[in-house]
Nanobody
């Protein structure tokens, strides 16, 4: 499945951004867990948040819990990450992922988020 992220950009600390990840070529009803990862310069890629097919179960990294909200709209084949109270340490390239049974995990191309202090 092809994943296309959007919504990144430059924002001041304390601001908000909403990232979107659209799945092309496959209904997200047929996709299992989807997630957001991020990678800052010189750092390892880390899981930010994940969500199951129906949205009934979500998981967050401790560093973003209470500030970020992951959701998905399967009618629109799209997953979102609402990021609030952004901090400079949230600066990274954000990637969305999708798991389909019997296939390798799909990754998007990434979208840059930069938070200025």
């Amino acid at each position: 499945v092809q994943l296309v992220e959007s919504g990144g950009g430059l924002v001041q600390a304390g601001g908000s951004l909403r990232l979107s990840c659209r799945a092309n070529g496959r209904s997200t009803w047929t996709i299992g867990t989807m997630g957001w990862y991020r990678q800052a310069p010189g750092e390892q890629r880390e899981l930010v948040a994940s969500i199951t097919t129906g949205g009934g179960s979500t998981n967050y990294a401790a560093s973003v819990k209470g500030r970020f909200i992951i959701s998905r709209d399967n009618a629109k084949n799209t997953m979102y990450l609402q990021m609030n109270s952004l901090k400079p340490e949230d600066t990274a390239v954000y990637y969305c992922t999708a798991e389909v049974a019997g296939h390798a995990t799909s990754w998007g191309q990434g979208t840059q988020v930069t938070v200025s202090s």
